[in-house]
């Protein structure tokens, strides 16, 4: 009886020990294909295009490619901003999408107003709401300008919200 209930122990110890080396073992190698589908979608800093153009307070779209790396794919997608010189110097990057329900919006020189065709909100060349039912400005995108270069970090955003946070 004593022998039995020794190999009994044996085998649950030899058992246990097996199944920590396996976890041991399978925990990095699980990670390695878990984590990257669990990563935020990540954009590096793209060039828009040279801003020598720029008049103030007067608004241009600029068409660029980005790079954008999502778990293991890497993909070039095309994106439209509107930049805009303030009287300050400084340049204002927008996100071209409207922030009440994703329609694009279009600069209506006329009037000085970003308008927006599908529900008429109306903005201020400074991004301001100025009449419709978008719930916030428009989404002011992370932008940078090297050496007369424009370079902007595209990001998408929640749309009919007052917050502007990120999509």
């Known amino acids: 009886m ?17 199944g920590i ?3 041991g073992y399978a925990f990095p190698l699980v990670s390695y294909f878990v984590k990257p589908s669990l990563q935020k979608r990540e954009e590096s800093w793209a060039e828009a295009g040279d801003i020598s153009g720029l008049v ?22 095309k994106h439209d901003v509107w930049a805009v010189k303030t009287s300050g110097g400084s340049i204002k990057v927008y996100s071209p999408v409207c922030p009440h329900l994703g329609c694009g919006y279009h600069w209506d020189q006329a009037s000085g ?33 090297e050496d007369g270069r424009l370079f902007v970090q595209y990001k998408s955003f929640r749309l009919g919200i007052p917050q502007q946070i990120e999509a």
């Not at 103030?56 to 997608?77: A, C, H, L, N, Y």
């Not at 970003?114 to 995108?141: E, I, N, T, Y």
Request: charged fraction near 20%.
């Open 56 to 77: 103030t307070d007067e608004p241009r779209t600029f068409r660029f490619t980005s790079s954008i790396k999502s778990g293991w794919m890497q993909q070039q997608v």
């Open 113 to 145: 107003r970003f308008m927006c065709p599908c529900h008429a909100s109306v903005f201020s060349v400074g991004g301001k709401v100025l009449g419709g039912p978008a719930p916030r400005g428009l989404d002011l995108l992370p932008s940078k300008v």
């Open 2 to 18: 004593q022998s039995e209930s020794r190999r009994k122990f044996i085998g649950m110890a030899i058992g246990a020990i097996t």
């Open 21 to 23: 080396i396996a976890i």
